[in-house]
Nanobody
Framework: EVQLVESGGGLVQPGGSLTLSCSASGLTFADYTVGWFRQAPGKEREAVSC????????YYTDSVKGRFQISRDNAANTVNLQMNNLKPEDSAVYYCASRGCPVPDRFGSWGQGTEITVSS
C-alpha cells in the first residue's frame, strides 16, 4: 500500500518560514516526479512546486518563485518544501503527490494534507 504523509504545517506570522516534509512508504520516490499542491477554501487546487525523480528539474508557480524551494532526499524517501517570507495568500492545505506535476496524474498518490495558516 502506498502512503504519503505530509508534516510541518501550522500557524505562522506573515514573513515567517515553514518547512514541509513529505515521506513515502510503499513507493520509491527516486522513480517519480513529486509535487506539492495547495488548495485554499473557495479556490482551485494549484501546483506549487515540482521536482523530477533525481532533482534535475524543478517547477514553481509564479507566486512562490524566490520564496519557496523544493528538494528531495531519495535515500530517505522524502521531499521537502522550504517556504520563506510567507504571505496570507499562502494559507491553504498543502498536499504532496506522485507522478503528475504541475498537471496531476489520475494514477498519482496523495497525502492527507497539512494545513498552513499565515496570519497575525
Amino acid at each position: 500500500e502506498v502512503q504519503l504523509v505530509e508534516s510541518g504545517g501550522g500557524l505562522v506570522q506573515p514573513g515567517g518560514s515553514l518547512t514541509l516534509s513529505c515521506s513515502a512508504s510503499g513507493l520509491t520516490f527516486a522513480d517519480y516526479t513529486v509535487g506539492w499542491f495547495r488548495q485554499a477554501p473557495g479556490k482551485e487546487r494549484e501546483a506549487v512546486s515540482c521536482i523530477t525523480a533525481h532533482g534535475g528539474y524543478t517547477y514553481y508557480t509564479d507566486s512562490v518563485k524566490g520564496r519557496f524551494q523544493i528538494s528531495r532526499d531519495n535515500a530517505a524517501n522524502t521531499v521537502n518544501l522550504q517556504m520563506n517570507n510567507l504571505k496570507p495568500e499562502d494559507s491553504a492545505v498543502y498536499y504532496c503527490a506522485s507522478r503528475g506535476c504541475p498537471v496531476p496524474d489520475r494514477f498519482g498518490s496523495w497525502g492527507q494534507g497539512t494545513e498552513i495558516t499565515v496570519s497575525s
